[in-house]
């Protein structure tokens, strides 16, 4: 162990300080050759932030100093968040008033002192601490729109950069030897050769040109580029793939399923086909039979194929583009369950009692030869039309007993999900329809019907039995986790539904449970505040993740819980497969479980951090389309719905999902703004939460991805 290692695990035995000799003694003894490796040691560590002097010269860990070091989070508006890193001191998020930043930056691993709030004005407001020493900086380039500031008095112009990211609100300048090819108005990547610190700006280099800022291509590649998602495979990753595609299907070792009635439901766009689906009635209840792509057959540890996978983490859906996890000689290919074809699959037989419980989970290898390739629309235009649908020749196979099997099967475990107090929040998905130029020609709010339901639930069923199944043996895995709220976040949703007029006495008990937010939403619903309370809500709620833990989700109201049914596109899926089947071999011994715990402990760290990148990737590329689509409708009129009041104006939102702002400026006459209420009034006029409006866009940038609406006063 190095000198380092040794000094700070030592100081984090206990609650002491000492001076510098006490220490030295302490850890080196009488040795006199190790002074200049101690205060090297000493001064990389109070570097790192993982130790701190006292006023009297004292060394102690910084664990024990009262100082919480963690990773800054800024706002657009100047102040910030600081998360602690896993120290006992502090577990909730620190509010960082704007004054008390010391000019730190996003994604800054910090030390911050903590204080008393000076105005503690809202229920569930964060502790604040002010930042007093930057460890490091995170952020190395940053991506954004190259302007120049024309110079005055025989001075030279200066070039700078706007940032994409407002959380990067940052003064750069570039010299212009520094532009490499860059000109004003493009979008660029600079590489930040100095930081910010006061009043002074940093310095910067160009190191990647996108095109002209107005131009949806630079855009949309430099959203991929600054969120670090990669289109391109690498060659011997291809390579691999293409001659795993060509290889033979045989049912070797395998249950063969392919005279089982057993077909896909997907969206009629979808390409990469990993789940099918089988049902049938018993005695005593049902067995739902989830058939999943065996990717892990092809992608197997510590090849070029599973080292790009791990890397990727996740596929990225936009508009109707995928950069896919898997190469698409797998993912559309050998791995896709296609109509007609033979393929590997892992199946989950779940067996369960009339009330949807369950009973039994078996797992098999198996091959199956999907007999439909359902989509969503044909099917519910089915299950409501019957034999007046058209395409009800198409699903006759299903039609009857199989497909009466499902639909009863779904609504059990509908009403048992619904009854465990599982939440149902409500989201505006947006489905964007774009030309052969990649432009967006319309974006259409996406409904949901039976049949998307009934697989949601089916698979949402099959994960749990695999969870549980995993769980009986005592065997690691890639546990899908939901952390109970923070009971201060909590708190702050409490008072803003009750300032809607929502009874909220459900949420008033010493342990929350989902059903008492199931109830609030169900009330919201009712009065039609239900899309806009559940945006609020999911501000308030810890995010799901992976883990190696088996920990409840709470969001679910499960005890136990895993993604396994989406291998082609998610790894903790494809990692859960792997370590079922060595469960299956008898493969994990007591000698090599740790192997497998840490397997599933890296995968599930690196998941979580890969599935947060897709999920900012794939919303900067909407709201990019959102912002190209709405410049050609300058000037005319919708009737929207208001999302959001503050003391700057109020967002509403439109049918198609597109949002944007009608700035109090626009307002005729003085508005005040009511922070209980969330309204603006000027004692005759009233905007509130839920009112529908109409609107005329004023103005679009595409630079900012922001829209400016002016309301119509009725």
């Not at 950069?323 to 000689?329: D, E, F, G, Q, T």
């Not at 359902?374 to 058209?390: A, F, K, P, R, T």
């Not at 912002?627 to 198609?656: C, Q």
């Amino acid at each position: 162990m190095e000198l380092k290692e040794i000094i700070k695990e030592y100081l984090n035995e206990e609650d002491l300080s000492y001076k510098p000799y006490e220490l030295y003694t302490a850890i080196c003894g009488d040795a006199t050759d190790q002074y200049d490796a101690f205060y090297k040691a000493l001064g990389a560590l109070e570097k790192e932030g993982e130790i701190v002097y006292t006023k009297k010269g004292k060394i102690m860990a910084i664990r024990f100093s009262g100082v919480v070091r963690g990773t800054f989070r800024a706002s657009a508006k100047g102040f910030g968040f600081v998360t602690p890193d896993g120290q006992d001191v502090k577990k909730c998020d620190i509010f960082i008033p704007r004054d008390n930043t010391f000019d730190a930056i996003e994604g800054d691993t910090v030390l911050v002192s903590l204080s008393k709030p000076k105005n503690r004005t809202s229920v569930g407001q964060s502790d604040e601490g002010k930042v007093i020493k930057i460890v490091s900086h995170s952020l190395k380039t940053l991506v954004g729109t190259l302007l120049v500031a024309k110079g005055r008095n025989h001075r030279k112009p200066l070039f700078y950069i706007v940032p994409d990211n407002k959380r990067h609100n940052l003064d750069i300048t570039v010299e212009r030897s520094d532009l490499n090819g860059a000109d004003v108005g493009d979008k660029v990547e600079i590489e930040i050769t100095k930081y910010p610190t006061g009043r002074n700006a940093g310095k910067g280099k160009v190191i990647t040109v996108f095109g002209e800022s107005d131009s949806l291509l630079a855009n949309y590649n430099a959203v991929l580029h600054s969120h670090n998602i990669k289109t391109l495979f690498p060659k011997n990753v291809l390579d691999d793939a293409d001659s795993l595609s060509r290889s033979d299907i045989t049912p070797d070792g395998r249950l063969d399923l392919r005279d089982r009635l057993i077909f896909t439901i997907d969206g009629i766009d979808a390409k990469d086909l990993d789940d099918a689906i089988s049902a049938e009635k018993t005695d005593n209840g049902y067995i739902l039979g989830v058939h999943i792509a065996d990717v892990s057959h092809y992608v197997t540890e510590n090849t070029p194929l599973d080292e790009e996978a791990f890397t990727r983490g996740t596929s990225v859906y936009f508009a109707d583009k995928v950069v896919p996890m898997l190469p698409k000689a797998l993912s559309n290919g050998i791995c896709s369950l296609n109509k007609g074809v033979d393929r590997y699959t892992l199946s989950a037989f779940v067996t369960l009692d009339k009330k949807g419980e369950i009973i039994d989970v078996d797992i098999k290898e198996s091959i199956i030869n999907s007999k439909i390739r359902g989509v969503y629309s044909e099917l519910n235009d089915v299950i409501e039309y019957g034999d007046g649908s058209e395409y009800y020749e198409k699903y006759s196979p299903v039609l009857g007993k199989t497909l009466d099997t499902m639909l009863e099967l779904y609504d059990i475990l509908a009403k048992k999900s619904a009854k465990r107090g599982a939440l149902d929040i409500e989201t505006s998905e947006a489905k964007i329809i774009v030309n052969e130029f990649n432009e967006p020609t319309d974006i259409i709010k996406i409904e949901r019907g039976v049949s998307e339901m009934l697989i949601e639930q089916f698979m949402l069923c099959a994960n749990e039995g695999v969870a549980n199944w995993l769980s009986w043996r005592d065997m690691p895995g890639v546990y899908r986790i939901h952390e109970n709220p923070d009971p201060e976040k909590i708190r702050t949703f409490d008072l803003f539904a009750h300032n809607l007029g929502i009874n909220t006495s459900p949420l008033h008990t010493k342990t929350l449970h989902p059903t008492a937010l199931r109830r609030v939403l169900g009330e919201a619903k009712e009065k039609q505040l239900d899309s806009i309370l559940s945006k609020i809500l999911l501000r308030c709620l810890m995010k799901a993740k992976y883990s190696s833990n088996c920990s409840p989700h709470f969001g679910l109201a499960i005890d136990k819980y895993c993604h396994f049914t989406s291998p082609i596109r998610r790894y903790p899926d494809l990692a859960t497969h792997r370590i079922i089947k060595k469960v299956l071999k008898n493969e994990i011994t007591e000698k090599n479980i740790g192997k497998y715990t840490a397997f599933a402990t890296q995968a599930a760290i690196a998941s979580s951090e890969n599935e947060v990148k897709a999920q900012m990737a794939e919303r900067d590329i909407e709201d990019l389309y959102k912002t190209v689509y709405m410049l050609d409708y300058i000037g005319e009129t919708f009737r929207g719905v208001i999302t959001s009041v503050t003391s700057f104006g109020f967002f509403v939102e439109l049918p198609n999902t597109c949002e944007g702002l009608v700035p109090i400026s626009s307002l005729d006459g003085y508005y005040d703004f009511d922070e209980r209420s969330f309204t603006l009034s000027n004692g005759r006029d009233i905007f509130s939460l839920g009112m529908e409006v109409e609107v005329i866009i004023e103005d679009v940038d595409i630079i900012t991805r922001k829209t400016d609406m002016r309301v119509i006063m009725q």
